[in-house]
C-alpha cells in the first residue's frame, strides 16, 4: 500500500441522494466547494477535497448544528457502503457500535476509540490524517451517525449522556434538543457518551443472513488492509498526526505501534529507509498541504508540522522545494 493511500477516501454515493433530499443540487455543491463536476461521480476523494464537500454543505445549511441534524435524519440506511451498512444488521446496539469501529478502518479519515466502564460508554472521534481545516460539521455527523445507528437499529428514541466537541457548533440549543443531553462545545475532545444500558437494546434490523454473507469477505478485506500495510506508511501516519506537539521522537511512535524503538528501525531498515527520512517525508507533505490553505500564515503552518522556529522552516523548505514557503504558496495555493 503506498504512503498516499491515507488520503483517499471513499465517497459514499448515498450522500449526494441525501442531498438531494435536503433541495441541495450536487452540482451546486460541487461548484461551491471549487471543485470539478466530476468530483459528483468519483469514488474516492483525497483529503483536501473530501473537507471541501462537508465545508461547502455546512456553508450552503446556513447552520451547522441544523445542517448536521437535517442530514443524519434524512440519510437512508441502504445508501450506506457495505462496512457501514453490515453494522445495521447487527444482533444489538454494542454489536453494531464494536462493528462500526472496527470497519470503519476501511473507511478515513476517521477511527473510533471506544470504552465502556460504570454506567457509560464513550467514543472518542479521532481523525487518522490531521489538518486544522477539518470542518465541525463533519465532525458532528459522524457521532450523530452513531446516535442514529442506535436509534435506527432499535426504533427507540435513544438519547446521550454528554456529547462533547472541540470546535463551536452552531445552534447548541438544537443539538442538545437532537441529543437529548448537554452538549460542550470548545472542548478538548469530540465525544459522544452514551448509556451502557442501552448497548443490550436488540437491534430489529438484526438480519443473521446477511451478517454471515458480508462479515467473512469484510473481515478478510480488512486483514488485507492491515497485512499490505508497510511500516513506513504507520510510521509517517503516526508522525503527521502528531507533529503540532514538536518534532516526534522515535520512541514515542515504537511505543503507539508496541514495539522497542530498536525493533522499528529494523523494520524500517528492512524497507530501506529511516525514521530521519520519513520524518522529513512527513513535514513536507504537510508542508505542502498546508501552505494551499490561504487561512493559515506562515508561522502556523511551521508550528504544525514542528518547527519551534519560522526561520527553521523557511531553511527545510527551500531545500525541499527550491523556493520560500511564501513564493510556493503563490504559485500553487
Not at 477511527?111 to 460508554?121: I, N, T, W
Not at 480488512?222 to 513506513?232: A, F, G, I, W
Request: proline fraction near 5%; hydrophobic fraction near 40%.
Amino acid at each position: 500500500m503506498s504512503s498516499h493511500s491515507y488520503n483517499r477516501i471513499k465517497m459514499p454515493q448515498g450522500l449526494w441522494e441525501g442531498l438531494r433530499q435536503l433541495g441541495i443540487a450536487s452540482h451546486d455543491l460541487a461548484r461551491k466547494a471549487g471543485l470539478p463536476l466530476t468530483i459528483i461521480s468519483e469514488t474516492t476523494v483525497n483529503t483536501a477535497q473530501y473537507y471541501a464537500i462537508w465545508q461547502a454543505y455546512s456553508d450552503l445549511s446556513g447552520d451547522i448544528a441544523q445542517g448536521l441534524i437535517n442530514l443524519a435524519t434524512v440519510y437512508e440506511v441502504t445508501k450506506y457502503p457495505p462496512p457501514i451498512l453490515a453494522t445495521y444488521h447487527a444482533r444489538n446496539y454494542r454489536d453494531a457500535l464494536h462493528r462500526m469501529a472496527r470497519y470503519k478502518q476501511l473507511c478515513p479519515p476517521e477511527r473510533l476509540k471506544m470504552v465502556e466502564a460504570g454506567e457509560s460508554f464513550t467514543i472518542d472521534l479521532e481523525w487518522i490524517i490531521t489538518d486544522q481545516t477539518c470542518p465541525p460539521l463533519l465532525v458532528g455527523i459522524t457521532l450523530a451517525f452513531l446516535l442514529e445507528l442506535g436509534r435506527k437499529g432499535t426504533g427507540r428514541p435513544l438519547i446521550a449522556s454528554a456529547v462533547e466537541f472541540t470546535q463551536p457548533m452552531g445552534d447548541e440549543k438544537a443539538l442538545e434538543a437532537y441529543f437529548g443531553c448537554p452538549v460542550q462545545t470548545n472542548g478538548s475532545r469530540n465525544r459522544l457518551t452514551l448509556h451502557r444500558k442501552d448497548l443490550d437494546l436488540s437491534f430489529l434490523t438484526y438480519n443473521e443472513e446477511l451478517i454471515e454473507i458480508l462479515s467473512p469477505a469484510l473481515d478478510h478485506t480488512l486483514h488485507e488492509y492491515k497485512v499490505n500495510r508497510s511500516m513506513s506508511d504507520m510510521v509517517k501516519w503516526i508522525m503527521k498526526r502528531s507533529l503540532s506537539a514538536g518534532r516526534p521522537e522515535v520512541q514515542t511512535i515504537a511505543k503507539e505501534l508496541g514495539m522497542s524503538d530498536r525493533t522499528l528501525q529494523r523494520r524500517l531498515t528492512d524497507e530501506k529507509t529511516s525514521f530521519v527520512h520519513l520524518l522529513t517525508q512527513a513535514r513536507h507533505e504537510q508542508a505542502r498541504m498546508y501552505l494551499a490553505d490561504l487561512s493559515l500564515d506562515i508561522k502556523e503552518v511551521a508550528f504544525l508540522i514542528g518547527y519551534e522556529d519560522q526561520n527553521s522552516f523557511y531553511r527545510a523548505f527551500r531545500a525541499w522545494e527550491g523556493d520560500t514557503p511564501a513564493n510556493w504558496r503563490s504559485e500553487h495555493a
